[in-house]
Antibody, heavy 120, light 110 residues
Framework: QITLKESGPTLVKPTQTLTLTCTFS??????????VGWIRQPPGEALEWLAL???????RYRSSLRSRLTITKDTSKNQVVLTMTNMDPVDTATYYC????????????WGQGTLVTVSS | QSVLTQPPSASGTPGQRVTISCSGS????????VNWYQQLPGTAPKLLIY???QRPSGVPDRFAGSKSGTSASLAISGLQSEDEADYYC???????????FGTGTKVTVL
């Protein structure tokens, strides 16, 4: 059974850097074609894809946020970390991580999500 | 700003058929497969349809996906109260080199 869980701060101040960790089980990021991605959803708004990292280290980013995002993996810990710099109140959202099986993109499962509020 | 356009809302009475459209372009739906997600209130999205029209195990056959050209559709037949949710289409966009979601459609069962 594949499970993913997001962890990190619930409140960050403007201009700070957000670091979120996705801890997963039931699959390995050593497996060819497998990936883990991050998606966010501002309150009452639509889903927005942020980043994706594959088993071979290939990274993809949302073009509009490319300069602020970094996605890394720790295969030995079964974790994927997303950092987002220069946080702003508009970045307030629920952040999800999700599994990407070989041949598909973010078809899941997804984690339960973690709400991050940006406020001074 | 989403590049896949969906109607903001759709509704029907129990038992009716509801269809949700997803309009894209040649760089996303026109070239790549479409996934659909269901998001029940207060929960994380769940995969409903993958590769245009495939249902994961456990998804009722009341849900059907289709794709034609640069558009896709999700049909819900025999609408049930538990189908009240937000629905999102998504596809890879070759021009943006990223995954794009639709604007989302809220389905209400009257």
């Amino acid at each position: 059974q594949i499970t993913l869980k997001e962890s990190g701060p619930t409140l960050v101040k403007p201009t700070q850097t957000l670091t979120l960790t996705c801890t997963f089980s039931g699959f390995s990021l050593r497996t060819s074609g497998v990936g883990v991605g991050w998606i966010r959803q501002p309150p009452g708004e639509a889903l927005e894809w942020l980043a994706l990292i594959y088993w071979d280290g290939d990274q993809r980013y949302r073009s509009s946020l490319r300069s602020r995002l970094t996605i890394t993996k720790d295969t030995s810990k079964n974790q994927v970390v997303l950092t987002m710099t220069n946080m702003d109140p508009v970045d307030t959202a629920t952040y999800y991580c999700a599994h990407s099986p070989p041949g598909d993109i973010l078809t899941g499962p997804w984690g339960q999500g973690t709400l991050v509020t940006v406020s001074s | 700003q989403s590049v896949l356009t969906q109607p903001p809302s759709a509704s029907g009475t129990p038992g009716q058929r509801v269809t949700i459209s997803c309009s894209g372009s040649s760089s996303n739906i026109g070239r790549n497969t479409v996934n659909w997600y269901q998001q029940l209130p207060g929960t994380a999205p769940k995969l409903l349809i993958y590769i245009n029209n495939q249902r994961p195990s456990g998804v009722p056959d009341r849900f059907a996906g289709s794709k034609s050209g640069t558009s896709a559709s999700l049909a819900i037949s025999g609408l049930q109260s538990e189908d009240e949710a937000d629905y999102y289409c998504a596809a890879w966009d070759d021009s943006l080199n990223g995954y794009v979601f639709g604007t989302g459609t809220k389905v209400t069962v009257l």
